[in-house]
T-cell receptor
Framework: NAGVTQTPKFQVLKTGQSMTLQCAQD?????MSWYRQDPGMGLRLIHY???????DQGEVPNGYNVSRSTTEDFPLRLLSAAPSQTSVYFC????????????FGPGTRLTVL | AQSVAQPEDQVNVAEGNPLTVKCTYS??????LFWYVQYPNRGLQFLLK??????LVKGSYGFEAEFNKSQTSFHLKKPTALVSDSALYFC??????????????FGTGTRLKVLA
């Protein structure tokens, strides 16, 4: 299993540009989520999904869109990038029951100029 | 409100000494608690979890955690610290969302530095 994969690893955008961060998992996990990690603020939940076709907002959803058309993929779209979105983004997935731990991808480091 | 607090930004400990990384939580209903570790430029890795049962939970790499319901705490411990334990540690709790599903809430992280 490749686990949770994220692309790209690094990205530099200009203010106002849009882009999609890709996340995929090959473990047949129903639950997937996106976090951003900023110094001193820990991990903050952006969006999550409990299964294909179902998404919900986390703590900091503004400026981001998600969709979940398949179990494997959970892309995160930045509609119009802003410097405040400079961060490290992590995707995670969880199997089955509500008591299971999350598996994290390696992260995408995004800089918005 | 559901939350996790890690009161220490950094913990320094000498190699060979015991270590404790603190975590307190606030959640409605039963608490489901997790610890993760993050090494530089890597994603988070799962260490251990508390779901129910014994208050002392054992996990990976010799780590354990003690659940204390009355103090709403879930402190991470290790009897003998190693330099290789130096990393960023996150506590997390599974909380209910307003939509009836669930989500994971993370603390701000504690940087552990083990000194040789």
């Amino acid at each position: 299993n490749a686990g949770v994969t994220q692309t790209p690893k690094f990205q530099v955008l200009k203010t106002g540009q849009s882009m999609t961060l890709q996340c995929a998992q090959d473990m047949n996990h129903e639950y997937m989520s996106w976090y951003r990690q900023d110094p001193g603020m820990g991990l903050r939940l952006i969006h999550y999904s409990v299964g294909a076709g179902i998404t919900d907002q986390g703590e900091v959803p503004n400026g981001y869109n998600v969709s979940r058309s398949t179990t494997e993929d959970f892309p995160l779209r930045l509609l119009s990038a802003a410097p405040s979105q400079t961060s490290v983004y992590f995707c995670a997935s969880t199997y089955g029951t509500r008591f299971n731990e999350q598996f994290f991808g390696p992260g995408t480091r995004l800089t918005v100029l | 409100a559901q939350s996790v607090a890690q009161p220490e930004d950094q913990v320094n400990v000498a190699e060979g000494n015991p270590l404790t990384v603190k975590c307190t939580y606030s959640v409605s209903g039963n608490p489901y608690l997790f610890w993760y570790v993050q090494y530089p430029n890597r994603g988070l890795q799962f260490l251990l979890k508390y779901i129910t049962g014994d208050n002392l939970v054992k996990g990976s790499y010799g780590f354990e955690a003690e659940f204390n319901k009355s103090q709403t705490s879930f402190h991470l411990k290790k009897p003998t610290a190693l330099v290789s334990d130096s990393a960023l540690y996150f506590c997390a709790v599974r909380g209910e969302s307003t939509s009836g599903t669930y989500k994971y809430i993370f603390g701000t992280g504690t940087r552990l530095k083990v000194l040789a």
